[in-house]
């Protein structure tokens, strides 16, 4: 089927000129070399295994909290399969609660860490011919960011779905928090994945802070035939849920109309 369908692309480039061709030609093979990170392997091998992963800890962790070791559940997510393994073990003796707490606060002040797109030098191979750099736009972050400054009351990234709408942002952390999200809102977040699908047939558009062309957040965004402006890298923390926004995109450029 992969290759009937590769002929049958190239078979409607057939008329068009060198410089489209070889345009095609590239974006052939970096789809191809994309192709194992799937939505079906996220679904089936990241998301499900750590799903299965989660509602296991979930079980020790409430007969955990009928022991009077944990105060949450989610508690167990904190610590680490040894410390676990040592706190079941020696509940009396084991700073437990301590370690819980302390590796709370790392996750908390992680979260508020804005990390580099890229340390060292930007080289030729490094950041154009390694395909998931692409996946995450980082060759279009590099050169938007040389091209100069930004401008007030807008936000940057790249054109991840064409079309152009305004309305009210929502900024959306995690799942959790869909049930924030109206009808024709603009979702704002950091990223998507498989479990973010059920929103999109409720947004106008959608807004992120990671992701290139072929990331999940583009992609689904196509689908849905709705506008989509993607590795912004700061859409999360320039946009407020309530702001009037316009999305563009065709360009990537989202305004902040207020």
Request: proline residues 5%; glycine residues 8%; contains cysteine.
């Amino acid at each position: 089927e992969q290759e009937e369908a590769i002929a049958s692309l190239r078979a409607k480039m057939a008329d068009k000129s060198a410089e489209d061709k070889k345009k095609f030609e590239d974006a052939l093979e970096l789809n191809l070399k994309m192709f194992p990170l799937t939505p079906d392997h996220h679904f089936y091998f990241d998301q499900g295994t750590f799903a299965r992963m989660r509602l296991v800890l979930l079980q020790v962790a409430r007969k955990m909290v009928k022991e009077g070791l944990l105060d949450d559940p989610e508690d167990i997510m904190y610590l680490e399969y040894e410390q676990l393994r040592h706190y079941v073990g020696d509940p009396k003796n084991y700073p437990g609660r301590k370690l819980i707490a302390a590796s709370r606060a790392v996750r908390e002040k992680a979260f508020k860490i804005k990390p580099r797109d890229w340390v060292g030098t930007v080289t030729q191979a490094n950041m154009y011919e390694e395909p998931y750099h692409t996946l995450w736009g980082y060759p279009e972050k590099f050169e938007r960011e040389q091209a100069g400054k930004a401008v007030k009351g807008e936000v940057k990234g790249l054109a991840g779905s064409p079309g152009a709408v305004e309305g009210t942002a929502r900024v959306v952390q995690s799942p959790e928090e869909f049930n924030l999200v109206k009808q024709g809102d603009i979702m704002v977040c950091i990223m998507t994945n498989p479990a973010w699908v059920v929103v999109f047939s409720k947004i106008a558009a959608i807004v992120t802070d990671a992701g290139g062309v072929l990331s999940h957040s583009a992609i689904v965004s196509r689908e849905f035939m709705i506008p989509a402006v993607v590795g912004t890298g700061s859409a999360t923390r320039e946009i407020k849920s309530g702001d009037r926004i316009r999305v563009d995109g065709d360009n990537g450029v989202v305004t902040i109309l207020g």
